[in-house]
C-alpha cells in the first residue's frame, strides 16, 4: 500500500483547513469499509487520510419531533439500527443498514461513507432518497445543503469540492400513515454488492388505499443511483393496487439503463428493477397501515 | 435442525470389536487451533526475514518482450529482484511425476514465472524480495514490462476451432502417441470404449442428447499460499510452507532450481484449505531464490486477487452426452465427449472425468473420448474429486430427465442400474467391491426421502457420485515413550483432522486411548516419503501405517514381555493395553508398566513404516436435495440436504460428517454461484471473496448426513477414503430439484439467479 | 500366455481386436509380441524405452509400477489405462 | 514515507504501546508488530471475516481498521480469550463439535461468536447464520460451527 499520513481532529473547522491544505490528496475515513480497500489496492491516490470519527457533528445521531433526524455522515451501521425509536421511525434506512455487508462491516460502515463513495449499487443511497434525505456540506465558505438525489453525478463521483466534506443526513419527520422500505437483489442472502437495489417510501391518505405521496429509488441500473420520479406519478392521487404498482414496475423498468458485468446482465437487472419496485411498495404500503 | 445420524447394521459388532475407532476424540491439534496458536503458512517468522511480492500480468496472452528491474532494485528497502532468468534453463529437462511419468519440466517452470510468455491474466512475470511489504509492493510498480498482446482464448470450445490462435507454438494434440500433423490448443485425446454402441442405441426406447458447461471455479481455501525460504551459503535451503504435499514441495522445487534433495528441506506449516489447490508450487521457488540472492529468509504470501488470479482453478468444462434407456428403465448405451480447459498449460483431470461418468452404474456398451484443451486461464490445479463434478453432472442431469419420462422413481431407477462387484468400468477393470447399492437403499429408506415435499416452486432433486479415491505413498514412525504413550510422527499434512483419524488406528491395535499416542505432521528430514494429502487417501493410507507401525510396536511389546517372562511368545497376547500370558500362568503387564521398564532398560521400541497400498477402493454417495425457486428472481433456496456416503469404516464419525458437509456445501456454491467471470479481454474480474460468492451460512440449511458402512476388503478397517466424493451430487442433485420445482431444465453451470430467469422465461 | 487389452485409441492399428492371449514374461515381452502381430503398436506404447508418459499398466486390477518390467502372472489381464492425478 | 503514529491501547487487557506507519492495518499491526498471529488474513478486504477482532465491544475486520485508528481503544482477539480457568466455553464445543477442519477461519469464528452472545446469549440457530454471514468457511459447510455456538450458550449463562 502506498505511504500516507492520518490525522484524526476533533472539531469539524480542524477537517476543513486539513482538506484545504491538502485538497484532492486528502480523503475523509470514515468506516474505511471502501476507503482502505480503495487505497490497498491502488484504485485511490492519497497522501491524508482525516478520520472523522473523533468530530461530533459527524457522530451524532438525533430526532426531534420538529426537524427530524440528524444523521452523521460517520455514525456506523450499528448505532442506527441498535436506536429502537430511530430506527422504526427511518424503516427504510434500518432496511439498509441491516443489508450491509455482515455484521463485522455494519460494525464500521456509516450511510455518510456510503454516499461519498458513490457506488451505483451503494445499499444506503436508494434508502436515503426514498426517505427525502439531504445532505449538509461544510467547506471553507460554510455550509450547503443538496438532495442526496442530487448528490452522486457518476460512479464514484459526487458534487463534493475538493475541500468540502459531508458532515449529516437531515430527514423531516416522517409524516402519518407513513412506510418505506429497501430491499436489493443479491444471489446470496449476505455479503454481495446489489445486483438491483430499490428503495420506496408512501405517505398514504387516511383511507390507507389512496397515495399521498410517493418516492421510488433505484440503485445499480444506472450510473448514480436514481429517483424515479415516473414511478411516483403512477402511484401519487391514485388507489394503491395491483394495477396502479404494476405500473410503477413498468416506470422503473423504463428508467433502468444498466450494463452488463458480473453481477448480472443488462436484461437481467431491468427485469429486476420491475420485480423489487413491486416488491419495495407492497412492503411500504404494508408498512403505512401498520403505523 | 435435524439430527446428524450413522446407519450401521453392524454397529454392535463394531462397538464391541472396537475401542477407539467409531469413537468421537478430540483432535491433538484442537488446542492449538481455537487459540490461535497453530502456525500457519503467513504466520511464520524468522530473524532479519524480508518480504518477497511478486508482479503479475495485466494481459492474459502477451509475448513478454523484457523486464527491466533497474528502478525496483534501486528502491531504499528492497533486497532483491527476481525474474524467471534467475531459474536454471529448464531446456529439455523433464519432471518425474511418479505414476504420472516424465513431464516436460519448462511448462512447470513458466507457470511459476513466465519467461517469454504470458498465458493467463495474473501469470507472474517478477518478484521482489524488501524490508516490508509494503516496499515490496513499492518496488513492483517501477518494474518496467514491455508486452506484445496476443488475442486470448478462453472457451474450451474455441479453444479446439482450427482457426483458434495458439497458446504454445509446440503443442501438439497427442493421441496416445501419435501426434497432430499441425500445432493446436488441444493437447491430448483418449478414449475408452467398452461394447458396442450402436447395438446398444437400437436396443434403446428412449434417446437423448444434451450439451452440458460448467464454469470455471476456485478451491476457495481461506489460507493463502505462502511460503518462506532461507537459504543459507553452505547451499542448505529450508523451506516452511502451507502445502498438501510437503515431499512434493521437495521434488518440485528440486526440480525447477536443480537443488539437490539432500540440501532441501521442506517443514509443512498448518494449512488452512487446500481442496487440491495447494498441490502445485508456485511461490515456493521464487521464495526460495529471493532468499539466495539477498541472503536473508523470505517470506512470499499471497493475497486473495493472486490467489484468485493465478492459483487452483478447476476446469471448465464442455460435455456432450448421448444415452439411451428401455421402457423398463435399464441403460442401454452411453456416448459422451468430455472437454476440459487445462488453464495456460496442459494437464486437465478430464481423464478422471471420464472414468466416474458412469461409475454409478453398469454401462455396457459405452464410449468416452476425452480432450485436454489450454485456454489463457490459470493453470488448473486439483478441486476435490478432481474432474468426477464436470462430468457427473451431466450424466446425472440425463439420469434424472429419463426418470421423468419413465415416470420412474429415481431411486429405483439406480438400484436397477446400480455398479456392483465385478461390474467391468469403462476402462475394463471390474469393480472391487463396493457401497453403491447399499448407499442408494439408504438413501431411499432415510426419513428425508421418505417424506413428501410439499409448496409451490418447491421440488426435491436426487443425484448421485463416484470417486475413485487412492492409495499411494505414506510414511509414520512411531516410538514408545517411557511412560506408555506412543509418539507418532506422519507425513500427510493435516487439513482436517487427519492426525487424529491416522493416531486412532494405531491406538486401535495397541488397545490404549487415543489421547496416548502423540501425533505430529513431520518435515521432509524426519519421515518417510510420503504422497500428498489427496485423493482421499490420508486416513486410508497414512492410516495403514500407523496400523502397521501398531502391529510393530505390538510384536516388540510381547517379544519383550516373553523374555522377561522367559516363555515362548506365542504364549503372550496384547490386549486393552496390558500384555498377559495365555498359558494359564496368569501373568501380566500394562504397556505402561512394560514401557518404564524398557526404558530404564535402555531398549527402545519403536517402527519406521512405509506403505503404498492400493485397494482403496471407490468411494459413492446419494444425494437428496429439497430447494424452493423465486420465479420472480431466479433464486433458488436450499430448504433440505441429506447427503448419503459409504465410508468403508468411519474412523472417527464426527469427521467423516465434516468432510460430507464441506463437500456438500462447495458443490452448492459450485451449482449456484461459483464462477470465475472473464471480460472479453481475457481480465478475471471477480478475484475477490466478494464477488466470487462461495456460500455463507445464511445460504445453507443444516447438512443431513447418514454414514454407511460396506467395509473396504483392502484395508485391515474397511476404510474408504470419503474427502472427495461429497463435492459430486449436489450440482446435479440442485439442477435435478430446480427442473421438479419449475419444470426447467439447466445444464450450465452454475445456475445463477439471472440464467433461471432466462430458462424460466425461455419456457413461457 | 497373459491376456491383454488392447487401449481404445489403437483399435485402429489391431482391426478392432479389443482383446488377446499373447506369450510373454514381461509387460514389455507382451508388447514386443503385439508389435510382431500389429507393427507399430509398440511406438504407441513405449517411449524412448519406457512406458509412454500418462499410461499406467494394470495387471490384474493392480497398477504395477515396474511398468515393462513386471514379471506378468499366467492367465493374468493385463491393461494400458491413462494414469491419472489425484487431488 | 510517511511519520510512524505512536498508539496506546488496551489489548486483550494488556496496555499496549505501539509505533505504526499509517498505512498499516490493525491486522497487520497484530500479527507483524504485536506478533498476534491468531487473527489471520483471509482476503485483506472486509469479506472473509478471518481476522475479527473485537474493538470497544464491536465485531470487526482487523484487515479493515488501521492501527492508528485504535489509540485508547480497547481490542480483544482470540489470544485473549483463554481464562485463568482453561478455554474459554466457545473454544471447548468448537473442539468437542468438531467445528473445525483446517482451522484458519476457526480464530475468526470464535471471536464473532462471543461477540453475538454477548450481545444475544440466547441465539437461534438463524440469529447464528445471519450474525456469521460475514465469517468464510470454506471446509465444513457451517453445520458443526452453528452447533457448537449454540452448544456453548448454557456454558456462558452458567459462567454469569
Not at chain 1, 411498495?281 to 401498520?290: F, W
Not at chain 2, 512470499?300 to 468444462?317: H, I, K, L, Y
Not at chain 3, 506369450?23 to 512406458?51: C, F, W
Not at chain 4, 464445543?93 to 482451522?103: D, K, P, S, V
Amino acid at each position: 500500500m502506498q505511504a500516507f499520513d492520518y490525522v484524526a481532529p476533533k472539531s469539524l473547522s480542524e477537517a476543513v483547513s486539513l482538506l484545504e491544505q491538502k485538497g484532492e490528496r486528502a480523503r475523509i475515513l470514515s468506516g474505511g469499509t471502501d476507503l482502505i480497500v480503495q487505497v490497498r489496492e491502488n484504485r485511490r491516490d492519497l497522501d491524508l487520510i482525516v478520520d472523522g470519527k473523533k468530530i461530533a457533528e459527524l457522530m451524532e445521531l438525533s430526532f426531534d419531533s420538529q426537524s427530524g433526524l440528524t444523521l452523521g455522515a460517520c455514525v456506523p451501521c450499528v448505532r442506527f439500527y441498535e436506536d429502537a425509536r430511530i430506527s422504526q421511525l427511518y424503516p427504510g434506512l434500518n432496511d439498509a443498514a441491516l443489508l450491509i455487508g455482515g455484521t463485522q462491516i455494519q460494525n464500521r460502515a456509516s450511510f455518510g461513507g456510503n454516499l461519498c463513495n458513490s457506488s451505483p449499487a451503494a445499499d444506503s443511497i436508494p434508502a436515503l432518497i426514498a426517505h427525502s434525505a439531504v445532505c449538509l456540506i461544510a467547506g471553507s465558505g460554510g455550509t450547503h445543503t443538496v438532495a442526496v438525489e442530487d448528490f452522486c453525478t457518476g460512479p464514484g463521483r459526487n458534487v463534493l469540492g475538493p475541500k468540502e466534506l459531508l458532515v449529516s443526513f437531515h430527514i423531516p419527520p416522517p409524516p402519518k400513515h407513513f412506510g418505506a422500505h429497501y430491499l436489493r437483489f443479491i444471489p446470496r442472502n449476505e455479503m454481495d454488492i446489489a445486483v438491483v437495489g430499490c428503495g420506496a417510501s408512501l405517505e398514504m391518505e387516511s383511507d390507507l388505499r389512496t397515495v399521498k405521496k410517493a418516492r421510488v429509488s433505484l440503485g445499480a441500473v444506472a450510473p448514480t443511483p436514481l429517483l424515479v420520479a415516473e414511478a411516483a406519478a403512477e402511484l401519487e392521487g391514485r388507489e394503491l393496487d395491483g394495477g396502479a404498482i404494476e405500473k410503477a414496475a413498468a416506470a422503473a423498468r423504463a428508467a433502468a439503463r444498466p450494463i452488463t458485468d458480473m453481477r448480472g446482465t443488462e436484461e437481467y437487472r431491468v427485469h429486476l428493477a420491475g420485480v423489487l419496485t413491486r416488491r419495495a411498495l407492497e412492503k411500504s404500503l404494508e408498512r403505512a397501515k401498520e403505523e | 435442525m435435524n439430527p446428524t445420524q450413522t446407519m450401521d447394521p453392524a454397529k454392535t459388532e463394531v462397538e464391541q470389536k472396537y475401542k477407539v475407532i467409531g469413537t468421537r476424540p478430540i483432535r491433538h491439534d484442537g488446542v492449538d487451533k481455537v487459540t490461535g496458536r497453530a502456525v500457519y503458512g503467513a504466520d511464520v517468522q524468522l530473524p532479519g526475514m524480508l518480504h518477497g511480492k511478486v508482479l503479475r500480468s495485466p494481459h492474459a496472452h502477451a509475448r513478454v518482450k523484457s523486464v527491466n528491474t533497474e528502478k525496483a532494485e534501486a528502491l531504499y528497502g528492497v533486497k532483491a529482484v527476481m525474474t524467471a532468468a534467475d531459474f536454471p534453463d529448464a531446456g529439455s529437462r523433464t519432471a518425474n511425476l511418479g505414476e504420472l511419468g516424465e513431464v516436460p519440466l519448462k511448462p512447470m517452470c513458466d507457470n511459476v514465472m513466465a519467461s517469454d510468455k504470458v498465458v493467463y491474466h495474473g501469470h507472474a512475470v517478477a518478484a521482489v524480495a524488501a524490508t516490508s511489504p509494503h516496499i515490496a509492493e513499492e518496488a513492483l510498480k517501477l518494474i518496467e514490462v514491455e508486452y506484445e498482446v496476443l488475442p486470448p482464448v478462453m472457451d474450451v470450445l474455441k479453444a479446439m476451432e482450427e482457426d483458434s490462435p495458439l497458446l504454445h507454438d509446440d503443442l501438439y494434440t497427442d493421441e496416445l502417441g501419435e501426434k497432430s500433423s499441425k500445432p493446436s490448443n488441444v493437447a491430448s485425446h483418449s478414449r475408452h470404449v467398452l461394447g458396442d454402441i450402436n447395438q446398444g442405441f437400437a436396443a434403446a426406447d428412449h434417446i437423448l442428447e444434451r450439451e452440458y458447461r460448467c464454469a470455471t471455479v476456485h478451491q476457495g481455501y481461506i489460507e493463502p499460499h505462502a511460503a518462506t525460504a532461507m537459504w543459507n551459503p553452505d547451499g542448505y535451503l529450508t523451506m516452511w510452507v502451507t502445502t498438501q504435499g510437503a515431499f512434493t514441495v521437495r521434488t518440485s522445487v528440486h526440480q525447477i532450481l536443480e537443488i539437490p534433495v539432500s540440501k532441501l528441506k521442506v517443514i509443512p506449516t498448518e494449512i488452512g484449505g487446500g481442496f487440491g489447490g495447494k498441490i502445485p508450487v508456485y511461490g515456493e521457488p521464487v521464495a526460495a531464490v529471493l532468499s539466495r540472492k539477498a541472503r536473508r529468509p523470505v517470506k512470499v504470501v499471497m493475497d486473495r486477487t493472486e490467489v484468485f488470479q493465478a492459483t487452483g482453478p478447476t476446469s471448465g468444462s464442455y460435455v456432450k452426452l448421448k444415452m439411451g434407456v428401455t421402457n423398463e428403465g435399464r441403460i442401454t448405451a452411453a456416448e459422451t465427449m468430455l472437454a476440459y480447459e487445462a488453464g495456460g498449460y496442459p494437464g486437465s483431470v478430464v481423464s478422471l472425468g471420464g472414468i466416474c461418468m458412469f461409475a454409478p452404474y453398469n454401462v455396457e456398451n459405452l464410449t468416452i473420448d476425452m480432450y485436454d484443451v489450454v485456454v489463457n486461464k490459470p493453470k488448473t490445479a486439483a478441486y476435490r474429486a478432481p474432474g468426477a463434478p464436470n462430468s457427473e453432472f451431466a450424466a446425472e442431469c440425463m439420469i434424472d430427465e429419463f426418470c421423468e419420462i419413465l415416470d420412474m422413481d429415481p431411486m429405483e431407477f439406480r438400484l436397477k442400474n446400480g455398479a456392483k462387484e465385478g461390474d467391468i468400468q469403462c476402462h475394463g477393470i471390474p469393480h472391487p467391491r463396493i457401497g453403491c447399492l447399499e448407499t442408494t437403499e439408504a438413501a431411499r429408506d432415510c426419513e428425508h426421502y421418505q417424506t413428501p415435499l410439499e409448496g409451490p416452486n418447491r421440488g426435491r432433486g436426487v443425484a448421485s457420485g463416484y470417486w475413485v479415491n487412492a492409495g499411494l505413498t505414506s510414511s509414520v514412525t512411531a516410538r514408545l515413550n517411557g511412560d506408555g504413550t506412543v509418539t507418532l510422527q506422519e507425513g500427510s499434512t493435516d487439513i482436517g483432522g487427519t492426525r487424529t483419524s491416522i493416531a486412532m488406528q494405531l491406538a486401535e491395535v495397541l488397545g490404549i486411548p487415543v489421547e496416548d499416542v502423540v501425533p505430529s505432521v513431520a518435515d521432509t528430514d524426519s519421515v518417510g516419503y510420503t504422497e500428498v494429502t489427496g485423493g482421499s487417501r490420508v486416513t486410508f493410507a497414512t492410516g495403514w501405517a500407523a496400523y502397521n507401525a501398531g502391529q510393530s510396536i505390538r510384536s516388540q511389546l510381547i517379544e519383550q514381555a516373553a523374555a522377561i517372562w522367559k516363555v515362548d511368545k506365542d504364549q503372550v497376547s496384547l490386549a486393552d493395553g496390558v500384555i498377559a500370558t495365555t498359558n494359564g500362568d496368569s501373568k501380566s503387564i500394562s504397556i505402561k508398566e512394560l514401557a518404564a521398564d524398557l526404558s530404564q532398560k535402555g531398549i527402545d521400541i519403536g517402527s519406521r513404516e512405509t506403505v503404498t497400498p492400493q485397494n482403496h477402493g471407490g468411494a459413492y454417495a446419494t444425494h437428496i436435495v429439497d430447494v424452493e425457486v423465486d420465479p420472480d428472481t431466479g433464486k433458488v433456496t436450499i430448504l433440505r440436504y441429506t447427503a448419503v456416503q459409504d465410508a468403508g469404516r468411519a474412523i472417527h464419525p464426527s469427521y467423516v460428517e465434516g468432510q460430507m458437509q464441506g463437500g456438500v456445501v462447495q458443490g452448492i456454491g459450485w451449482a449456484l454461484n461459483e464462477e470465475y467471470y472473464y471480460n472479453e479481454d481475457g481480465h478475471l474480474m471477480n478475484s475477490s471473496f466478494l464477488d466470487y460468492r462461495m456460500p455463507t451460512s445464511l445460504d445453507l440449511p443444516m447438512i443431513e448426513t447418514i454414514i454407511v458402512e460396506v467395509p473396504n476388503p483392502g484395508h485391515p478397517y474397511g476404510v474408504r477414503g470419503v474427502g472427495e466424493v461429497p463435492i459430486v451430487p449436489p450440482q446435479a442433485a440442485v439442477s435435478n430439484a430446480i427442473a421438479r420445482a419449475v419444470g426447467t431444465r439447466l445444464g450450465d453451470l452454475p445456475m445463477s439467479p439471472q440464467r433461471v430467469v432466462k430458462a424460466l422465461s425461455a419456457k413461457s | 500366455m497373459a491376456i491383454v487389452h488392447i487401449p481404445a485409441l489403437l483399435h485402429s492399428l489391431t482391426g478392432d481386436v479389443r482383446k488377446l492371449e499373447v506369450e510373454g514374461r514381461t509387460v514389455g515381452d507382451l508388447i514386443d509380441q503385439l508389435e510382431l502381430l500389429y507393427p507399430g503398436i509398440r511406438d504407441r506404447l513405449v517411449e524412448n524405452g519406457h512406458l509412454r508418459s500418462g499410461l499406467a499398466i494394470f495387471v490384474d486390477g493392480m497398477v504395477r509400477r515396474e511398468a515393462l518390467e513386471f514379471e506378468v502372472p499366467p492367465q493374468s489381464e493385463v491393461l494400458f489405462v491413462p494414469a491419472v492425478a489425484g487431488g | 514515507m510517511a511519520a510512524k503514529v505512536h498508539v496506546t491501547a488496551t489489548i486483550n487487557g494488556e496496555p499496549v504501546e505501539f509505533l505504526c506507519e499509517p498505512r498499516q492495518s490493525l491486522l497487520e499491526v497484530l500479527r507483524d508488530e504485536l506478533k498476534l498471529t491468531g487473527s489471520k488474513e483471509g482476503c485483506n478486504n472486509g469479506n472473509c471475516g478471518a481476522c475479527s477482532v473485537i474493538l470497544d465491544g464491536l465485531l470487526v475486520d482487523a484487515c479493515i481498521v488501521l492501527g492508528a485508528e485504535i489509540d485508547g481503544c480497547t481490542v480483544e482477539t482470540i489470544e485473549g480469550l483463554m481464562g485463568p480457568e482453561g478455554l474459554h466455553p466457545l473454544q471447548q464445543t468448537f473442539l468437542e463439535n468438531a467445528a473445525l477442519q483446517c482451522g484458519v477461519c476457526t480464530p475468526g469464528f470464535i471471536m464473532a461468536g462471543k461477540a453475538l452472545l454477548e450481545k444475544k446469549p440466547q441465539a437461534t440457530e438463524g440469529d447464528i447464520r445471519h450474525w456469521c454471514a460475514g465469517n468464510l468457511c470454506r471446509c465444513t459447510g457451517y453445520d458443526k460451527i452453528v452447533r457448537a455456538i449454540i452448544d456453548a450458550e448454557p456454558q456462558l449463562e452458567v459462567k454469569k
